[in-house]
């Protein structure tokens, strides 16, 4: 009488164990069935490879002060710019640009992440963005190398002017001063006026040298503008980062899902049609 007033699907734990001793064959193949479709799926996915490459971004460095940086772009306008386009809209869906970040550690490094169905295809696409930042990059060194070439052919050819000027300069101070050492004797207030003459020319002629220092340091100073360590392109840093073992898909975590789900799947059903039955046999 009471099993006939109990409630459909009301079973106690006993009974649950029972149900499922008795359907064992049909969790177990069942299980099984899911876990070989897991594993058919997953091996018939193709395999995605991740490749990581950091940029360096181009800049100008100061020769005076070290720690004055002129970039030639910012990292975020660089990393706004290459997501356009090479982010969104990728012409080749085998190798696809997942992300292009501002570097967390250097300021002046943006990481670029790609993933691709093979490491060559990873490789080429990071190399399409390398190719179009040196593009880019290449004209402006060009502009800032001719300028700074212009400065300094301009600061050569005043130097070359003072130097001329210090020559007769220092030819009229060493003539005044011997004029003034012959006349010294004979006539010494024309000798006095050479003196005064010297006297002025060796003061133009320091001021010119003071001049023509300061241009020399300043053509120094432009030519180490140019060199790599005050003159930074850009581009790869180091090398381009490949994975041997594909990202994706991960076949551990479809197979353990798959496992899951079948088994789940299975008690579930086996449950239901032990209820069904128990409640049939009840009445």
Do not use: C, W
């Amino acid at each position: 009488m009471e099993s006939k007033t109990r409630e459909f699907g009301e079973i106690g734990l006993e009974e649950f164990l029972q149900i499922l001793f008795k359907r064992k064959k049909f969790i177990l193949i069942s299980t099984l069935l899911f876990v070989v479709g897991a594993l058919i799926y997953a091996y018939s996915m193709t395999p995605i490879y991740r490749i990581e490459a950091a940029v360096e971004v181009g800049r100008f460095i100061s020769v005076e002060v070290e720690d004055r940086v002129s970039t030639f772009e910012s990292p975020a306008s660089l990393v706004k710019r290459l997501s356009i386009l090479f982010k969104s809209g990728s012409e080749d869906s085998r190798a696809v640009v997942k992300s292009i970040l501002e570097g967390k550690k250097n300021k002046y490094l943006v990481e670029i992440v790609v993933e691709a169905e093979s490491n060559e295809l990873g490789i080429k696409k990071v190399n399409s963005i390398l190719a179009h930042l040196s593009s880019g990059y290449k004209e402006k060194i060009e502009n800032y190398t001719k300028s700074v070439n212009q400065e300094i052919s301009i600061l050569e050819k005043r130097s070359d002017e003072l130097y001329e000027e210090r020559v007769k300069l220092f030819s009229i101070v060493e003539s005044r001063l011997k004029l003034s050492s012959d006349k010294v004797r004979t006539n010494p207030s024309e000798a006095a006026i050479f003196e005064l003459q010297s006297s002025q020319a060796s003061t133009s002629l320091a001021a010119i040298e003071s001049v023509r220092f300061e241009i020399l340091s300043r053509i120094t100073d432009l030519r180490k503008s140019l060199s790599p360590k005050h003159l930074i392109a850009g581009g790869l840093v180091e090398r381009i980062v490949t994975n041997e073992r594909p990202v994706k898909p991960d076949k551990r975590s479809i197979v353990i899902l798959g496992f899951f789900i079948g088994s789940l799947l299975s008690i579930m059903i086996s449950y239901f049609m032990g209820v069904v039955n128990e409640d049939k046999n009840s009445y």
